[in-house]
């Protein structure tokens, strides 16, 4: 009952498919929790995640990835699978593909359910999170040159907002930077995993009265 109603919530609060369009803006920043920074004016480069969410009989996950130590950026950081769009790519292919590539996600175990809030990222992307929906538990495989880890994180946990805290670093310039973090475990899920969840979970419980028990209902 409980994963019925996580789908149809799903279906009915994100974006269609296909009403993405490479010119959309993103309502959502990293400039969000951090007014004071200057934000400039340049063309994003378009790039797309996918939140695969498990339909587990004793309750909904969400799969994630732990990058692997040896990349130049972003070393260790949990992250969803995804990257940029190549040329003539909609968010949903590109999501899909690095899904693919990264841990070995068949394409064919995601059933597409929507769109939700793009994130303008600090380094210039314009990332598009993708939402699939996983009927059986998938069979991953990581990229150890792109991906450490494949772990599942329960929906519950990440819908929670008394998980969702305010963090900081202090930054050469003397200012400091806010982000969103949701630790998990000894797993730091923060930045830009972190906004994209925390947009997730306002587009859809945000405007409920009793958000966190609809979102409490969902994940039972």
């Known amino acids: ?5 996580l789908k149809a919530r799903l279906v ?10 490479p010119e959309l803006t993103a309502p959502r920043s ?3 929790l951090n007014p004071q920074a200057a934000r400039p004016m340049r063309d994003l480069r378009p ?15 969400v799969l994630l990835t732990r990058r692997a130590d040896t990349l130049a950026r972003h070393t260790g950081q949990i992250a969803f699978p995804g990257g940029r769009l190549d040329p003539g790519e909609t968010a949903v292919q590109a999501a899909l593909r690095e899904a693919d590539e990264e841990v070995a996600l068949n394409p064919a175990g995601v ?19 993708v939402i699939g929906w996983l009927e059986t538990p998938p069979v991953t495989t990581p990229s150890p040159d792109e991906v450490a880890e494949v772990f599942e994180t329960p929906w519950d946990f990440l819908m929670d907002a008394a998980n969702h805290r305010r963090d900081f ?3 050469d310039d003397g ?6 973090a949701m630790p998990w475990g000894e797993r730091y899920i923060w930045g830009v995993t972190a906004g994209i969840l925390k947009g997730l979970h306002a587009r859809l419980y945000g405007d409920e009265p009793a958000a966190e028990l609809a979102a409490e209902e969902d994940a039972a």
């Open 1 to 5: 009952m409980s994963l019925a109603t």
């Open 12 to 21: 009915e609060r994100l974006a269609p498919a296909d009403a993405w369009r």
């Open 30 to 32: 990293d400039f969000d």
């Open 47 to 61: 790039a797309a995640v996918l939140i695969p969410v498990v339909a587990r009989p004793e309750g909904a996950t």
């Open 111 to 129: 059933e597409v359910l929507g769109l939700s809030d793009a994130y303008e990222t600090g380094t210039g992307f314009l990332v598009t999170p």
């Open 169 to 171: 670093y202090d930054i």
């Open 175 to 180: 200012l400091r930077r806010w982000f969103w």
